[in-house]
């Protein structure tokens, strides 16, 4: 029996590599045993080592990602000193546009380029038989002292006669975990940047197998799973189709859908608009909104339409909308970048994304390096550090601006003081998280741990010493923590708590639970007070508000709610008069 290793180094414990689970299902061939090893970028190299000469195979089939090479080379360097005489395979959009010198210098024996999943179970059975290997379309190896590399494309995968790449036992064990699927593979545009821009067409699955394995999930109840589609509404009627089967269908599955914004017709948006709260996420491309930048890159995108269709989804508050941008696109300089940031915070998506172009192997971008003066990582990911339009000084504040990005507004855990900041217009969003940055470098914030109330310490300190007024950045942070965190509350934010006698009191009422707290019905006060926080805040004009903080679980996210006593005072008065 030969045994084979499918492993992978995945970027955070929650994602799943379906590359390898396809691969798996997809090769039953007698005598070959195929397991699953998956690990993540941030697990020490010596354990991942230790992990892989365990297994004792005779074949190490890894999937190398722009994240994960670095690491996944040194890792089979080694490997191979232990095992010389195991066959170290790799294959994935990393190593598939290799050049022969580049791909025996990652120190694998053999590389499968594209598509994988008719392939890998022949070549797998060509090993074990000891057979050769020279007339398999897309597989270049170098062994035994003869190295071949074969040009010759693959035909294209028939996706219907593919097996669905989760068995049963991990659906049930990976549920919490963010699983992906493809519903199609290929993609109509011909984005610069992008590697789907080297295939060529679109394959879809049959809409009976699509809905079957769809159910699959929902029936095994997987919290996320996200489409990698790379533009899920390009076909609007099979969109259509889709969304429509998940929404007559019961479960608690999220599904994650990359869409072109521009291209949400009205029937789609009226889909979304009827969808329950935690059912559908998207995410939309803009990268730009400049129609010279996007024309330069080959983007076909209508920027007006994209804001006015995420505006509509935005206001119905039951669809989670991510969206992204890109520094670094050709001609484009920081002022530019600006525009585009602050325009898409005038949209108010739940994230944004601000990425920084790679130009990566084999896309239409090595065309451009030149003409506009690109200088780049010389390793993965192949991040720009310049060119004629933005200076590496330019695209390093944009590195600081996203990471506070990442901290404040797309953790969603600040929405009603960013909601204060924006509502002053005072500055620009981008010129506010530019400031914010500076504050952070400032202090070398970037250069150590923060903890969780540390972030709300910093803005609070940051906002105060830029105009804003005190009592109501303690307030609207205040009202973030409860709503986001946890109690009790900091001490900076001077907490207020209703004394426990009055909360008591308030809670041996019948009809106050039933008002205002109904979901607790029938519980005595003592396991009230344990799962809802009594915080008194300041209405302004000495009026005080009484706000009642309980757990709250919407679709993927776990937040608190709120309930305004506005006649507490004089009910409680009432209540301890009597």
Known sequence: MMKVVLASLNTKYVHTNVAIRSLKTNCHIDGISVQLREFTINDREEHILGRLVEEKAQVYAFSIYIWNLEPTRRIMGNLKKIRPDAWIVVGGPEVSYLTESEAWELGADLVISGEGEKIFPRVMEAISKGESLEEFAGVSYNKGNKSIRVLTSMEPVVLDELSFPYTKQELNQLKDNILYYESSRGCPYSCAYCMSSVEKGLRNKSMTKVKEELTTFLEAGVKLVKLVDRTFN?????????????????????FHFEVAADLLDEELLELLGRTPVGRFQLEAGVQSVHPETLKRIARVSNIPQVKENMNRILQKENV????????????????QIARSFNEIMDVGPHMLQLGFLKILKGSPMENMVESFGYKFQGHPPYQVLKN??????????????????????????????????RNSEEQTPFDFYCGLAAHWDKKGFFDRKISKDALYQILFDYLCQNGFHRPMVEQ?????????????????????????EKAFA?????????????????????????QVYFEIFDGGRGNKRLGLFSPKKTGLFHRNMVRWVEDWSSRLDLMLNN
Not at 234 to 254: H, V
Not at 512 to 528: R, W
Request: aromatic letters at 10%.
């Open 234 to 254: 390009c076909n609007k009627e099979r969109a259509k189709e889709i969304l429509t089967f998940l929404l007559d269908q019961e479960g608690e599955t999220c």
């Open 388 to 421: 004629n339009s933005i200076s590496y000084e330019e695209l390093w504040l944009l590195h600081l601006v996203e990471h506070v990005l990442e901290k404040y507004y797309n953790s969603g855990n600040f929405p009603t003081t960013l909601e204060m900041v």
């Open 506 to 530: 308030l809670l041996h009422s019948q009809g106050f639970v039933e008002e205002y707290l109904k979901d607790y019905m029938g519980k005595p006060p003592k396991d009230i007070v344990k």
């Open 476 to 500: 609207t942070l205040k009202m973030d923590y409860l709503l986001q965190a946890s109690w009790p509350l900091p001490p900076f934010l001077h907490p207020t708590p209703l004394p426990k």
């Open 320 to 335: 989670h909308v991510h969206m992204d941008l890109i520094a670094g696109l050709p001609g484009e300089g920081l002022e």
